[in-house]
């Protein structure tokens, strides 16, 4: 069965350094993984996905993520961070019967 | 409209109240679900509807109903609840991907309906 794993529910960074978030992920099959941010009060929004193409995932909002298959991890990062990237963050998996799983989420605080 | 909707956005019930969630998506899609999000817990899948017909119960209580007369609305019927089922329910569209032979179909969120029963 198809899951995936985000390593701390909370990340604190200052404004201008980097972002790490961690996502680690269980297939049988080829995945296909997706990074979905959350800011207050919204829904989901899709930031980037990994379908088998290129490992290096480019999204929205200066974010990215690199698909590593021999680490079976799907990281997402962003070279500086900016106050208005405090949200939560949320790594997925579409499962061979088409169904969408999520993490439980990272929350991320930018401090001035 | 653009997107889509949810209302109403916040609802507080009691828990022998009868009330209904309603989501409306304008993106042409054909698969619309319904998300529970708890706190510290991951999103929740409840219910799948392609075309109109459910196609998942995420074994959700019978005190969750949900409905879909077009592939644009879907409803959540609430009824007898209790102080658990308090959550933030989001309601999602995609394309149906078995139609289109994509694994990679992306869905997109509404804003939820946060739900308090008290």
């Known amino acids: 069965a198809q899951s995936v794993t985000q390593l701390g529910s909370h990340v604190s960074v200052s404004e201008g350094a980097l972002v790490l978030l961690r996502c680690n992920y269980s297939s049988s099959v080829p995945p296909y993984l997706f990074w979905y941010v959350q800011y207050p009060n919204q829904g989901l929004q899709l930031l980037l996905k990994y379908t088998s193409a290129a490992t290096l995932v480019k999204g929205i909002n200066g974010f990215e993520a690199e698909f590593k298959k021999s680490e079976t991890s799907f990281h997402l990062t962003k070279p500086s961070a900016h106050m208005s990237d405090a949200a939560e963050y949320f790594c997925a998996v579409i499962t061979n019967t088409d169904k969408l799983i999520f993490g439980t989420g990272t929350r991320l605080q930018v401090f001035p | 409209e653009t997107g889509v909707t949810q209302t109403p956005r916040h609802l507080v019930m009691g828990m022998t109240n009868k009330k209904s969630l309603k989501c409306e998506q304008h993106?042409?899609?054909?698969?619309m679900y319904w998300y529970k999000q708890s706190a510290k817990k991951p999103l929740e899948l409840m219910f799948v509807?392609?075309?109109?017909?459910?196609?998942e119960n995420n074994s959700v209580p019978s005190r969750f109903s949900p409905e879909c007369p077009n592939s644009s609305h879907l409803f959540l019927h609430l009824h007898t609840l209790q102080p658990e089922d308090s959550a933030l329910y989001l309601c999602?569209?995609?394309?149906?991907?078995?139609?289109?032979?994509?694994?990679?179909?992306?869905?997109?969120f509404g804003p939820g309906t946060r739900l308090t029963v008290t």
């Open positions: 509807y392609n075309f109109k017909e459910q196609t």
């Open positions: 999602a569209s995609s394309h149906d991907p078995p139609a289109l032979g994509l694994r990679s179909y992306e869905q997109y």
């Open positions: 993106l042409g899609h054909n698969a």
